[in-house]
């Protein structure tokens, strides 16, 4: 018979696993009112702090394994080579970032019941999402703000606090109902309490949010190349020309306005650009009148040059042929484009080729002729709050290449797309995003879809480029707002343990 300890232990993983129908594509934001109470329960009931990180490290386990399960899908790229690995690379990465949710639970637990522990533990909840942004290179994904990538007023917010305070108060306002399993009239209190403040926050985004479209750039519209080439078959050998001719019939696809720019994928050239005139030559034939060709490619070193350094870019060509513009990757995704810690981990990565890819120098603003000035984004690049444009060089607009190939029908694109969302409102700018089988779409600052083509559709996307907001709070002050509602939220939670205490018999 399995022990109700045992039971008790499997529940809280399947409370996390639930907690996660909030993220996209399902966005059922209001099951967290229903999980993070009961979450609340098991803290209060646990003996010590111990016990309490304990059912948080529980319930995080559940909900980061419901939500990285598609990580799994690029192990199966090529499963006989990397099958294994999906217990250790789920599992163990969800296990590891869960240890964040095991610390908000282990604080909350330090102060008193009440109102100062559910204080306590929002403030602890955000905290740990920063941290697991910076920490090992960061890994940011799913911050509890996403759930909200369905209602548009509310994630207005992010513009002020970031996703991270979004979530600050989105665990408070969740767990607030755990109240009343300890006092019906204070639970009441509370709950209606975190229901009023997002209710005012989405009243205030709402107003935020302008009534008519947002004004595009005069002489640009913009197309998007999406050829949806599967994973399996993208590096596959003499199949390179072949997904050449299917990017370049769609790139030539007629148009009642014709484009001016056409932008293909993450890694869609077919070679090392500044090696191979031919398809140089090629790509610049099919930039249009006056317009550029942007293309993500894979570059390096020429040829006999050591040490051999391979980038994984963004390369822009006008139509001539010559490159007018250059961005590389500066965050690279660990086991995918490097192998952190060679000499103890005896695997290889699980992209292309035996050599580690080199980081570019950081975000960087591109000044290209006929555009406004933009921020290139390469891939996962675009989850990093706060850390995506060169604040010394503002860009006007955000463009975000991607691949996505790797993750298939899974709930990892759309999660991945809900960030690139949340970075345009944050920033006050528009964000362009190309992915190789979607989701592609323009982006207006304030979060609204201008044109957009699903999740392995095969096309293209013609859409003018919006103009950019007033900058907004967030990118003047960055995570500094964060900080500062941290501080708020958890002094005030520790000040509210030391007055209940000081009452206390």
């Not at 606090?161 to 979530?167: E, R």
């Amino acid at each position: 018979m399995i022990s109700a300890q045992w039971k008790g232990r499997a529940g809280l993983i399947a409370l996390g696993a639930v907690s996660a129908l909030a993220f996209p594509p399902t966005g059922l934001f209001f099951v967290l009112w229903l999980c993070f109470p009961l979450l609340m329960r098991s803290i209060d009931r646990s003996e010590s702090w111990k016990g309490a990180f304990g059912s948080a490290w529980l319930f995080g386990l559940g909900q980061f394994c419901a939500g990285l399960y598609w990580i799994a899908c690029a192990l199966l790229i090529d499963p006989l080579r990397f099958g294994w690995m999906i217990p250790f690379a789920v599992g163990g990465l969800s296990a590891f970032l869960a240890i964040y949710i095991g610390i908000a639970g282990a604080l909350a637990r330090l102060v008193r019941p009440g109102w100062p522990r559910i204080l306590v533990f929002a403030a602890a909840w955000g905290a740990g999402e920063w941290l697991r942004g910076v920490v090992l290179t960061g890994f940011p994904w799913n911050p509890l703000g996403s759930a909200w990538a369905s209602v548009t007023p509310v994630l207005q917010i992010v513009s002020v606090t970031g996703a991270f305070g979004l979530s600050v108060l989105t665990a408070g306002a969740a767990a607030a109902p755990g109240l009343l399993f300890r006092s019906r009239r204070e639970g009441l209190v509370a709950t209606v309490a975190g229901l009023v403040l997002f209710a005012a926050i989405g009243a205030w985004g709402a107003a935020r949010i302008p009534a008519e479209a947002q004004p595009t750039q005069p002489g640009i519209r913009l197309r998007l190349v999406q050829a949806s080439i599967p994973q399996t078959l993208k590096w596959a050998p003499g199949m390179r020309v072949e997904h050449f001719r299917r990017q370049a019939a769609l790139s030539k696809t007629p148009a009642d306005i014709a484009p001016t720019h056409v932008i293909w994928p993450e890694t869609a050239a077919p070679s090392y650009l500044e090696e191979d005139d031919g398809a140089r030559e090629a790509l610049a034939s099919l930039a249009p009148p006056g317009g550029l060709m942007l293309v993500g490619a894979m570059r390096g070193t020429p040829q006999g040059v050591e040490p051999l350094r391979l980038w994984n870019s963004l390369e822009v060509l006008d139509g001539q042929g010559e490159f007018v513009g250059r961005y590389d990757k500066a965050h690279l995704v660990p086991f995918g484009e490097y192998m952190p810690l060679p000499k103890w981990l005896p695997v290889s990565k699980i992209t292309v080729g035996s050599t580690d890819l080199t980081p570019g120098p950081g975000p960087q603003t591109l000044h290209l002729p006929g555009l406004p000035p933009v921020g290139p984004l390469i891939c996962y690049e675009a989850i990093f709050p706060g850390a995506i444009v060169d604040e010394e060089n503002r860009p006007e607009w955000l463009l975000n290449v991607t691949n996505d190939g790797w993750y298939g029908i899974s709930s990892g694109p759309y999660q991945h797309f809900a960030a690139a969302r949340m970075r345009a409102i944050e920033e006050g700018l528009p964000l362009v995003r190309n992915a190789n089988n979607g989701i592609s779409a323009v982006i207006d600052p304030y979060g609204r879809v201008i044109a957009s083509l699903g999740l392995d559709a095969v096309g293209v996307v013609d859409a003018p480029l919006p103009v950019f907001a007033p900058i907004t709070i967030f990118a003047r002050m960055g995570t500094g707002v964060l900080f500062v509602l941290l501080m708020i939220t958890g002094l005030t939670g520790l000040l509210g343990h030391l007055y209940s205490k000081r009452r206390a018999p």
